[in-house]
């Protein structure tokens, strides 16, 4: 493919709440064995864009480990490749990104160096399976400056955490707003875009001139008019885990057969780190229905409708429902969890209850582990 691969996971949301305390949401666990940033490295894996930098900055600790090798999206090559970028103190800078259009800036000489025609930016909190390539054919034969995927939402759904798109009927973007409490619109953007590389660069370079930050605000909004920016739909499935009830209605869809099929048997794969961990052992006693349990896992007690990430121990007659457990939890005995998303490395006493009330609870708590 004739594109080079950015993916932005620098951001920080603050409706994720305790969960992005500890990580970039680019790194928050996804269906058991994923992290988010996976599913777009993976589609330009798939997509044979062999050339991919991310840009990182919040909490980047736990992203770069997992990014330590490119080998597993099969970025090792002697051309093209996986490059980390985090912002770098200069004589001529000392900001930290301002935002995705400073991050994008100053990063340009990337960007120059580079010789492909055109660009595919990603989010790193998408969750989905697209072939970039496909895209890249609309947009050529659209004949379009900038071409943005975008997602038909279902009517009443909320679009105060999206930017909202309005097109013609030949595809044309004639509205875009960002985030906007109150819209007729049904289509939202997914955080996806092609450009030519030569006109990102003169357009990040207009943007910094004019102390302009922002890619959506500063280039889509501002010129949506003077350029022609066209909507590429996707009509399969897509999420972005932006907050904690995102978070948790994306990963319990993983418990739908045609959600699981998609991701986890169609071709192409979804790719991630692997740790060379036993299988789950599931102990007599124990009683596992409709969940996803990851490898290292150990079952004592009751699992319905949840899903368990890596490493996660649960005690005689625990009861866990519609739960999210991510890795390295301990459960000590007679616990009782629903309707929860459980913080790594959580050791959660015996004859606990947590229950989510009035939405997702997160459990956070930092007990000495011993077997109770």
Known sequence: MRAIGIILAGGNNHRMRELSQKRAIAAMPV????????????????SHVQKVAVLTQYNSRSLNEHLSSSKWWDFGRKQGGLYLFTPTLTMDNNYWYRGTAD???????????????????????????????KVLEYHIDKKADITVVCKEMPQGADLSRFGAVKADDNGRIIDFEEKPMATDAHMVSCGIYIIRRRQLIELIEKCAQEDRFDFVRDILIRYKN???????????????????????????????????????QD???????VQDL????YNAGSNVKNSLVASGCIINGTVENSILFKKVFVGNNCVIKNSIILNDVYLGDNTHIENCIVESRDTIRANSRYVGEDGVKVVIEKNDRYIM
Do not use: C
């Not at 992290?35 to 589609?43: K, T, V």
């Not at 800036?105 to 970039?132: F, T």
């Not at 071709?267 to 780190?273: A, L, N």
């Open 31 to 46: 269906a058991g064995s994923y992290r988010s940033i996976d599913f777009a490295l993976s589609n330009m894996s798939n």
């Open 226 to 264: 003077v350029k022609k920016i066209y909507s590429y739909k996707i009509d399969s499935y897509w999420n972005s885990i932006s907050s904690v009830e995102s978070y948790y209605e994306t990963n319990m869809d993983f418990l739908k057969p045609e959600v699981r099929k998609h991701f986890l």
């Open 267 to 273: 071709y192409p794969d979804i790719y991630s780190k």
């Open 278 to 281: 036993p299988p789950a052992k």
């Open 103 to 133: 991050a994008l800036y100053q990063n340009l000489d990337w960007l120059k160096q580079s010789h492909e025609p055109y660009v595919v930016i990603a989010s790193g909190d998408g969750i989905y399976k697209m072939d970039y390539g």
